[in-house]
């Protein structure tokens, strides 16, 4: 069972970049699917989620309107599109799958986690 991230890049700010998650292993669509981000000498922080049974979507404040989770079921991946990035979005970015009793924004309650990829944004 394996999680890869990746898509990670260094951009400028305002630019886009999308990264995607890839499983092999797991089929993603019965999986809650989350993103965190990580940025250096600070806690890991929740940044979006999917849902697996009612495709619920979630994000957070500081992302809102400018990313958004999707997933294409036949390629066995969930994306993160991310918009209009800023430097404070630069961190490494993990994508996360829960199977049950997930808390989305809690990271001890996902059962496999991606490699991380580096977002890197500049001003």
């Known amino acids: 069972v394996q999680l890869q991230a990746s898509g990670g890049g260094l951009v400028q700010g305002g630019e886009s970049l999308r990264l995607s998650c890839s499983g092999s292993g797991l089929t993603l669509e019965g999986f809650g699917m989350g993103w965190f981000r990580q940025a250096p000498g600070k806690e890991r922080e929740w940044v979006s989620y999917?849902?697996?049974?009612?495709?619920?979507?979630a994000y957070a404040d500081s992302v809102m309107g400018r990313f958004t989770i999707s997933e294409d079921v036949d390629e066995n991946t969930v994306y993160l599109q991310m918009n209009g990035l800023e430097p404070e979005d630069t961190a490494v970015y993990y994508c996360a799958a829960a199977k049950y009793g997930v808390q989305p924004q809690i990271s001890s309650t996902y059962n496999y986690w991606g490699q991380g990829t580096q977002v890197t944004v500049s001003s």
């Open positions: 999917r849902g697996s049974r009612d495709g619920t979507r």
